[in-house]
């Protein structure tokens, strides 16, 4: 099992910054990957970012979001972090954190901070 906690929600004005982290704990030796996911209301579920934790791969960004936020890994700490700037209105989302682990596959989920964005 692996255990996600994301914390650095927030509420921030248009053009501001946050920084969300996920503390992963568990049986973080078997994750490959891991991510960031937001849900706005009313709306699905959708990617934000992809970070590998195993050798090989790169980091992978929604359209939406490339240029403003940036996916970034501590191993020591066991922690990935999302940097966000130049937040819109449109970024107002719940967002979660996410690894997986591909032998055998499995998804796990963090509980989700809320993120807020003002006009």
């Known amino acids: 099992q692996v255990q996600l906690v994301e914390s650095g929600g927030g509420l921030v004005q248009a053009g501001g910054s946050l920084r969300l982290s996920c503390a992963a704990s568990g049986s973080i030796f078997s994750i490959n990957a891991m991510g960031w996911y937001r849900q706005a209301p009313g709306k699905q579920r959708e990617l934000v970012a992809t970070i590998p934790i195993t050798a090989g791969g790169s980091t992978h960004y929604a359209d939406s979001v490339k240029g403003r936020f940036t996916i970034s890994r501590d191993n020591a700490k066991n922690t990935v972090y999302l940097q966000m700037n130049s937040l819109k209105p449109e970024d107002t989302a719940v967002y979660y954190c996410?690894?997986?682990?591909?032998?055998?596959?499995?998804?796990?989920w963090g509980q989700g901070t809320q993120v807020t964005v003002s006009s």
């Open positions: 996410n690894a997986v682990r591909l032998g055998p596959f499995s998804i796990y």
